[in-house]
């Protein structure tokens, strides 16, 4: 299975409210990223998307009363607004609701290929405080 790099930012400047900033290892495939936060906190996390091959990052949320998905955005890798084609970058806005574990189980897919695995996966962990 051909693997994309992801890469996780916690982004302090694009989301207000967020006070931690951590950038773990460029390849993030198939792993599991855990990370703290406080009731109420706001954070994000960017994910390298084949959106022009049709992939999208399929998500679910194991406590929604813990911590939830505010919005999602997209914008091109090269930061080119005018670029077709290539790589993609979907942030994901979030807030951490109450203390609990909660976990964002995501895969990169195509909807409409059933029975073909992701070509990417991650596991997002947070620990609400």
Known sequence: MKKYW??????????PGCLKSTQPSQDQSGKTINATYHPNQKFAFELNLNADAGYQWYYVISDSDVAKIDSVHFRPYSGRADQ????????????????????????????????????????YVLLVR
């Open 84 to 123: 077709i084609g290539g790589l993609t970058i979907e942030t994901f806005y979030c807030t951490a609701i109450r203390t609990g574990v909660c976990t964002f189980a995501l895969r990169e897919l195509r909807g409409w290929e059933i029975n073909i695995p992701p070509i990417d996966s991650m596991r």
């Open 6 to 15: 992801i890469e996780l930012f916690l982004i302090a400047l694009l989301y």
